[in-house]
């Protein structure tokens, strides 16, 4: 494993996490859109679809890169003065941040590759993403308490997602204004001089 920064990530693990915060964010809020706007256009709405689904693929290789990158770079140390409670916390956060940013796309997925009406999803337009096999074969009547119950997972999963997101947001800002410490400078280098 390569040795620790002293007060910040490396670039690489900058750059993967503030890509992947902003790609998930449009993704909710797109997502949340899609599903629960009554009045948007079919056409719109199978345009937003399309483009959840390529966008929500990234995440997925951006995620699993930045686990092998994790895995090998040590991230810098939290501040000694941070109490036990908080970073025993941040540590729970993240991993779960880890496995919700592989399960979300992994059931969206899925209940693509289950769904009765057999969309093809073509990535950004241009290359045809194969679904999960198996699934194709089966009946309509079959697909559909499949495909419910990975919808039901995304959406769920999506929801925690949100929940996650506010509380690492708020513990960050938190941390920068409040307590005035480095846990977010180590992210966000750039605000070291205020
Ligand atoms: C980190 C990645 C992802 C995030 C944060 C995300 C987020 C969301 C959210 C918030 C919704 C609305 C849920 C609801 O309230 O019903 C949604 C719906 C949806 N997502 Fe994702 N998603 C991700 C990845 C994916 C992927 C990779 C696919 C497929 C390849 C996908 C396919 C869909 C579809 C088809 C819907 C509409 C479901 C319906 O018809 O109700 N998503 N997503």
């Given at each position: 494993m390569t040795k620790a920064r002293v007060d910040h990530y490396t670039s690489v693990a900058i750059v993967l996490h503030w890509l992947i915060a902003a790609l998930v964010i449009g993704l909710i809020i797109a997502g949340l859109s899609m599903t629960k706007i009554d009045a948007l256009p079919r056409a719109l709405r199978f345009e937003m679809i399309q483009m959840h689904k390529s966008i929500g693929l990234t995440v997925l290789a951006l995620t699993l890169a930045r686990v092998i990158w994790r895995l090998s770079h040590r991230p810098p140390p939290l501040?000694?003065?941070?109490?036990a409670w908080q970073k025993t916390v941040s540590t729970l956060t993240h991993g779960a941040f880890y496995v919700l940013l592989l399960a979300l796309p992994v059931s969206g997925y899925l209940m693509v590759s289950a769904s009765a009406w057999g969309v093809p999803t073509f990535y950004f337009g241009v290359i045809e993403v194969p679904h999960f096999p198996g699934f194709a074969e089966l009946t309509p009547e079959a697909k559909k308490p499949i495909e419910g119950l990975f919808k039901e997972t995304h959406e769920i999963l999506a929801f925690g997602a949100i929940a996650l997101v506010v509380l690492h947001v708020g513990a960050a800002l938190r941390h920068h204004f409040v307590d005035k410490d480095a846990v977010l400078t180590r992210m966000a280098p750039w605000l070291r001089a205020r």
């Open positions: 501040p000694v003065a941070m109490p």
